[in-house]
């Protein structure tokens, strides 16, 4: 998809509406031939490229040179979009109130414009925007200087103070923030510690004086951003308690300054997106309603933040009906997801493609559909290269070995075994559950013949019941409950049999 048809593609209704409303009011009938290319493209069937337009308008002077008409358009699709966002984001009210304090400076009226700064300086510091601040500082200056008024010593030495203690503000975020980028990206590469050495290298990271007290952030943003980094490690070092608890806080610190959630909705759901990621490791599954009705109330402002919106949504109530073991509600989600994978395409980020069939691919284990669940395991299997520090990926193979197990694909199993094998000795790395697992992917298939031996599938569900009083080990049971599938087909049954059977009533 070239650059135009992507960004006519991710405007919301209301700016397509606006767009055409520019079109008439602003260009005395100037861009009419552009507005009909526009129409022609919102209109286009999915993935229709430029010769589908030039083709439809091939009597049309313009298509001769339809490059320059594509720039032409991308251009003022831009500029219509500018207008339309100007004054709904603070930090383009500020833009705004500084350009008309320069108009009102240049026509010598000097209070009309100290009072424009005024209002920019306040809105500034509500939302943190300081490079704003230094900014209208800077100008306030320059007045000074040129008119030299009384008390202009005072008013330098004050202006000065509150740069310096800005510029102090800044740093402080600053150096918060490389810190919780340098746990992020661990997190983006291992997603957890499986090693005392991992352990180690992530406490290093955070032992500096900056983290010690959250009184040591001195804005919203770092108060913020100290609470995130501080979820991340204890999420990572598996104390998930501690995790939750800063998770919270992170919440209640957006909530506490509402115009930091209407300025920056997306960055508050991801704060909630990790509280509720908190509570499912916690499995504080009493507390996904209350989140999810919340954020229920939250209106997408944009086709960006209407997908990350969806994303979000499906993944948690997913998360949540697999828990609460709604069948009928699952089927449901099943075929919105589906339904929005759809209609949003590329627009779904990897990661979330990922966990949406991941997810499904578990209730549908859960509920002895292992066909259905094949299905879903392929839809990511067959396109990606095996990657152990995705651990989702990797927990997707190890899925991948039990399904084909249960629908006796011995050849597959074989097949898959030699490749996860060789993977493991090529990176070096081996942890205690694989190797149990494997060894035990390996006699059940030998043992294919005779069905769930049942003295076997219990011996293994019980090594790995043994870790999950293992450090780096425990969060194998975050992505399923492999001890519990097995003792479920020990039984006869199938993991929600099982469960329902047995589990809720020793709970």
Known sequence: MNR????????????KGYFRKYCKVYSNG????????????????PDSGDDYIKKKFEKETFSNNYPVTKKYLFEQILKSLELYNSGKSIHKKIEWLINKAELLYSKSLINECLQSLKRARKLAYQTDEFPYILQIISFEKKIGGAH???????????????????????????????????????IKKDRSLRTKRDLKLLNKMVQTPILSDISSAKTVRAKITFCSTWTFYYDLAGEYDEAYEYAKKLVGIWEDNPVHINEYPDRYLAANQNFLNRCYRLKRYEEFPAVLDKLKL??????????????????FEMLYVNQTRNERRARALFKEIEQGLENYKTRIKTNYRNLFCYNICV???????YDEALSWANKIIQKQKLDIQQDL???????????????????????????????????????????????????????????????????????????????????????????????????????????????????
């Open 298 to 315: 939250i209106k997408p402002t944009s086709k960006e933040m209407e997908v990350t919106y969806f994303e979000m949504m499906s993944h």
């Open 30 to 45: 100037k861009l009419h031939k552009y507005l009909k290319v526009f129409d022609a493209i919102d209109k286009a069937p």
């Open 4 to 15: 135009l048809n992507q960004l006519v593609d991710s405007l919301s209704r209301t700016e």
């Open 393 to 507: 990926m990797w927990f997707l193979r190890l899925l991948y070995l039990l399904i084909h197990l249960e629908l006796g694909n011995k050849t597959i199993i074989e097949y898959e075994l030699r490749s996860i094998n060789r993977y493991l000795e090529s990176e070096k790395r081996g942890h205690k559950f694989e190797s149990i697992f494997l060894e035990f992917i390996k006699e059940a298939t030998e043992q294919l013949h005779i069905g769930h031996p049942r003295k076997l599938y219990r011996k293994y569900a019980e090594k790995i019941q043994l870790l999950k009083a293992d450090k780096f080990e425990k969060n194998v049971f975050d992505y399923f409950s492999f001890d519990s599938f097995l003792l479920a087909k020990a039984h006869g049954l199938s993991l929600r049999e099982y469960e329902e059977k047995y589990e809720d009533h020793a709970s």
């Open 363 to 369: 209730e549908l284990m859960s509920l002895g559909e």
């Open 148 to 186: 030299r008024y009384k008390g202009i010593y005072k008013r330098f030495k004050t202006l000065l103070d509150e740069e310096m203690d800005v510029l102090d503000k800044m740093k402080n975020y600053s150096e918060i923030q490389l810190i919780y980028y340098k746990v992020f990206e661990t």
